[in-house]
């Protein structure tokens, strides 16, 4: 008899964080934790496999699941490939982006996890096999609003800490200029702005960058879907562009691809369709001008899911990290970086449970 999905639950978490500086924003609100959703799926026969959504809304993303994802999702088969895809054809009446393109980004993680454990096999192996066993990493340092001072600071610290890359969350010159002093000049500095600039600015403002070597600026252009105004703004400074954490849907990620709009693909596996959509994405920057590079601001489920899609495609990539201490790490027992490289898991799905799930009930949202 074939194992069915018998529930489909949605797991809030808040975790308190400390990055080295005053609370930063979020959506307009002092942010003082960082919210997630985590996804468990249980088997007819008890095996769990966990995910990822993108909370930025925890009370919202749990009614989702609750009474849209979970009533489809049970006594379906986890071993079908086309059942997230189907989900999200169902469910397009709701908004083809937002809340239940992230919902269904987690449930798609948690499935992956589940046919892994069910084949015995770690997910980089469902992928093709890793090509490598440790993946490095960058350091993403959150936003410290161009005090130069604590810029200079943490990424001395994150330098201290092991990371050979570093990116900013900054949006003037001298933020990045503190930065490249305190890193030195030969290592990997990117810059994202987090959609600071309109099509007539932009230009003048990554210009005014360039003679600290950016890798590239990411987000440069509100809105983000203006592809146009993002290959203008390449064509006007030369220096290369990374977009793709807020691109709606996988059609909207392969129009960046087809049309060489950036230099950098950045989908999220918790926002823009799980597993699925990110290793369809990896395919198809293989061979092209765009590399892959997809956005991992996260800590759960998603950031081990991004781990084994990176360890398995075949050009080498470096994978995102946020810079900050948490009130509680998944993963900190299970998951080991070293000489600023994340270990990929060999253990069946992806690797390892997030906790013990008394530990997440102290965080829960």
Not at 31 to 53: K, M, Y
Request: proline share 7%; net charge negative.
């Amino acid at each position: 008899m074939s194992t069915r999905i018998q529930s489909v639950t949605c797991h809030p978490l808040r975790l308190p964080f400390d990055h080295g500086g005053p609370a930063p924003k979020f959506a307009g609100r002092v942010r003082t934790t960082l919210d997630s959703c985590l996804v468990r799926v249980t088997l007819d026969n008890g095996l769990v496999g966990w995910g990822e959504a993108y909370g930025a809304e925890l009370n919202a993303m749990a009614s989702i699941f609750t009474g849209r994802v979970a009533p489809l999702a049970c006594g379906q088969d986890p071993t079908d490939p086309g059942l997230t895809a189907a989900l999200d054809r169902i469910l397009h009446n709701m908004g083809r982006s937002g809340l239940v393109s992230h919902a269904l980004s987690g449930l798609d993680i948690a499935l992956w996890d589940l046919r892994g454990k069910l084949a015995g096999q770690p997910l980089h192996a469902l992928l093709g096999g890793a090509k490598r066993l440790t993946v490095p990493a960058y350091a993403s340092l959150l936003q410290y609003y161009g005090d130069e001072a604590l810029v200079s600071r943490n990424v001395q610290a994150a330098c201290a800490a092991g990371y050979r890359h570093i990116k900013l969350h900054e949006r003037t010159p001298g933020a990045v200029r503190a930065a490249r002093h305190a890193m030195g000049p030969a290592m990997p500095l990117m810059v994202d702005v987090n959609c600071a600039w309109t099509a007539s600015q932009a230009a003048a403002e990554v210009n005014a960058m360039r003679d600290d070597d950016p890798l590239w600026i990411e987000e440069p252009i509100w809105p983000p879907e203006d592809l146009s105004a993002l290959m203008a703004l390449r064509e006007a400074t030369g220096i290369p562009t990374a977009v793709g954490e807020n691109a709606s849907s996988l059609y909207e990620l392969r129009q960046i691809i087809a049309t060489g709009a950036a230099d950098y693909l950045q989908p999220s596996a918790i926002k823009g369709g799980g597993v699925s959509v990110l290793w369809a994405l990896s395919q198809a920057c293989e061979g092209t001008s765009v590399r892959f590079s997809p956005q991992s601001a996260f800590f759960g489920p998603g950031f081990l899911a991004t781990l084994h899609v990176l360890a398995a495609q075949a050009t080498p990539a470096v994978i995102e990290r946020l810079f900050c201490n948490l009130g509680f790490t998944p993963y900190a027992r299970t998951l080991t970086f070293q000489d600023g490289a994340f270990a990929v898991p060999s253990r069946p799905g992806l690797g390892a449970d997030p906790a013990d799930e008394t530990d997440l009930a102290h965080f829960a949202g």
